[in-house]
């Protein structure tokens, strides 16, 4: 309450007219001025407050105070004077209740609850400060101290108990190092006992918690399964995964990814591409990490055609790669070549891929690879679903369907927002409608014979009627044609145009610069979206009436086996990894749904 700048004295005390207030009781102001001091201020006020046994004079400096004069309200603002003081007595006063009674007034005027601190309480702080620093000495000692004292624990305790034991967050890095009995802790510097030694404390905390609360939570096996990989028993990983599938569990990576990490760890190749199918069955999608684990296990395993089914579901779940996962394919496809029994050596290269898909290798092209029926169909119902959540009137959405079933789908869609406001100053920036009569125009000489569709917000589509009349003839000519869309208010124009681009099929083209991530950790189907906006965004440039295009790639950034029987794997859409047999012949396996015979779609590809 008052100004932090107050300076304080024995007497007399000098406050800011801005602080104070016509409180009924002079203690009250007492306690609002002590808390607002510094620490500093507050200890020397304190001082000379434990020392008075008189009277406390107060003076008010500055402007008149309205409503009160020396304590008396009531008198007119001509009578109040520029300065006053105001004397009270007091009895005498302790600094330590003065203390005590500002701490309640800073908490609203009532005191707080002093927190009884049980010994389970303790046990629980004592568990969040070991987890902060991840030490599970900590942790241990915590909870010995606990069953010493007979302290019955509570289900999230052995929750955080089992966590802790099976390595934290952590978990993954011990895994990989398989840490022995008295190595040196990451960060705490404690003595980190064996993985053997932890299985077996987390074995026993995991029967204690059974023998007391019944069956343990999902968690709690997952993280039996990382003490068992951690100790190099995949096997053991794997059936705890296995054993929650049993009880009727929904399935998730988490409970299974322990055990790829044994099996890598150890070069199980059979086990690890035997789980990979197994995780196929289940339907869960696998990240790249895990595809990298599989490839780490099969390292110089003689599985070759199990492998390239591994590689075809990786060009079908994952685009560009990550530099570690290069890495990893690099040392499978050495140790495959060394080996007498197999499809014979491969010789690997680093290649610039250039705008028509070739390379300095000599061999095929790369590819494009387009979304089969079923996964178009998948992609086109995941997308009206969202769009349906999203809309304030889900019947709306309907009605878009509809209107394009009846005008017949279009080829050229345009996000009209992204174009409009191109090259416009992002906070304070116009919406240019002449850019897009640009674009659409453009467009119409690149793309002849393409229908296209200019999908616009309602609220800055009411501003049409505001231009010149040039403008408003090309939209009303627009529309006229079933060529313009205005998504109603309260909706999100993004699912219009992209429902639009993704309906229309392979043909289909959509003209925006919008990078769209927000959308692909939205959609059901990430991997389809990724495809897709490969083949079909066109990016561009607008600089007063010149339009440049930035047409898709005539191939997709993904793993392919090309005709020839070569391997490619992107780093980028233009840095590549190719694996090129020495005996040249058809692919050994089969094209993943939807690979293109050859190039890219002409359609796609006009001449500019």
């Not at 895990?290 to 780490?296: N, S």
């Not at 075809?312 to 560009?320: F, I, R």
């Not at 997709?556 to 020495?582: E, N, Y």
Request: hydrophobic share 40%; proline share 6%; net charge neutral.
């Amino acid at each position: 309450y008052m100004h932090a700048g107050v300076q304080c004295y024995s007497t007399p005390l000098d406050i800011s007219h801005r602080a104070w207030s016509p409180l009924s009781s002079l203690a009250r102001c007492c306690m609002q001025f002590v808390n607002a001091l510094s620490r500093a201020h507050r200890q020397r006020m304190l001082a000379c407050v434990s020392n008075l046994h008189g009277s406390i004079q107060f003076r008010c400096t500055g402007a008149r105070p309205q409503g009160l004069v020396g304590g008396h309200p009531g008198r007119s603002r001509r009578e109040i004077p520029q300065h006053f003081a105001w004397r009270a007595t007091l009895p005498p006063l302790n600094a330590q209740h003065i203390m005590q009674t500002v701490d309640s007034a800073s908490s609203g005027g009532r005191r707080k609850k002093q927190r009884i601190e049980t010994p389970l309480t303790l046990m629980r702080q004592a568990l969040v400060q070991a987890t902060r620093q991840n030490s599970w000495a900590d942790a241990w000692q915590a909870y010995q101290s606990a069953k010493k004292q007979d302290i019955k624990l509570t289900a999230d305790v052995y929750n955080s108990l089992l966590f802790m034991c099976a390595g934290g967050e952590e978990w993954e890095a011990l895994c990989a190092r398989g840490q022995e009995a008295g190595e040196t802790g990451p960060h705490n510097g404690d003595g980190v006992p064996s993985c053997e030694t932890r299985l077996e404390v987390g074995q026993s905390l995991f029967s204690e918690m059974e023998a007391l609360f019944g069956t343990p939570s999902e968690m709690c096996f997952t993280a039996l399964a990382r003490l068992a990989a951690m100790a190099g028993d995949g096997k053991r990983a794997l059936a705890l995964g296995e054993e929650l599938v049993s009880q009727g569990v929904p399935p998730k990576l988490r409970n299974f990814t322990p055990a790829l990490h044994a099996f890598a760890a150890h070069r199980q190749a059979s086990e690890a591409l035997g789980l990979f199918t197994r995780l196929q069955a289940l339907s869960l999608s696998l990240t790249e990490d895990d595809y990298r684990l599989i490839i780490r296990a099969a390292c110089g395993s003689p599985l070759w055609a199990s492998m390239q089914d591994v590689f075809l579901a990786m060009g079908e779940e994952l685009t560009v790669l990550q530099p570690g996962t290069l890495e990893v394919v690099e040392a499978y496809f050495e140790a495959l070549s060394s080996q007498a029994e197999g499809p014979g050596p491969f010789t690997l290269s680093r290649q610039t891929v250039r705008a028509d898909g070739q390379d300095d290798s000599g061999g095929e092209p790369i590819q494009a690879v387009k979304l089969s029926s079923a996964e178009r169909d998948t992609f086109i119902k995941g997308i009206a679903n969202l769009a349906r959540r999203s809309q304030r009137e889900p019947n709306k959405f309907e009605q878009f369907d509809a209107w394009l079933e009846e005008r017949g789908s279009p080829e050229i869609i345009i996000d009209a927002a992204n174009v409009g406001f191109y090259g416009q100053n992002a906070g304070a920036g116009m919406f240019c409608f002449p850019q897009m009569k640009t674009m659409v125009e453009h467009l119409g000489t690149v793309f002849p014979g393409k229908k296209p569709l200019v999908v616009l917000s309602a609220g800055r589509a009411q501003r049409i009627q505001k231009l010149d009349p040039a403008l408003r003839t090309f939209f009303a000519k627009l529309e006229e044609q079933g060529s313009f869309f205005v998504t109603p208010f309260g909706s999100n124009d993004d699912w219009y145009w992209m429902y639009a681009a993704v309906r229309a099929g392979e043909v289909g083209v959509l003209v925006s610069n919008d990078e769209m991530r927000d959308h692909t950790f939205q959609l059901l189907a990430p991997r389809y979206f990724e495809k897709w906006k490969q083949r079909h965004q066109v990016r561009y440039q607008i600089y007063n009436t010149l339009v440049t295009l930035q047409l898709p790639a005539p191939y997709t950034a993904c793993i392919q086996h090309l005709p020839d029987g070569a391997w490619v794997f992107p780093l980028s859409v233009t840095r590549w990894l190719r694996a090129q047999p020495a005996c040249v012949g058809p692919p050994t396996g089969t094209l993943p749904p939807g690979q293109a015979e050859f190039g890219a779609d002409p359609a796609l590809q006009p001449q500019l």
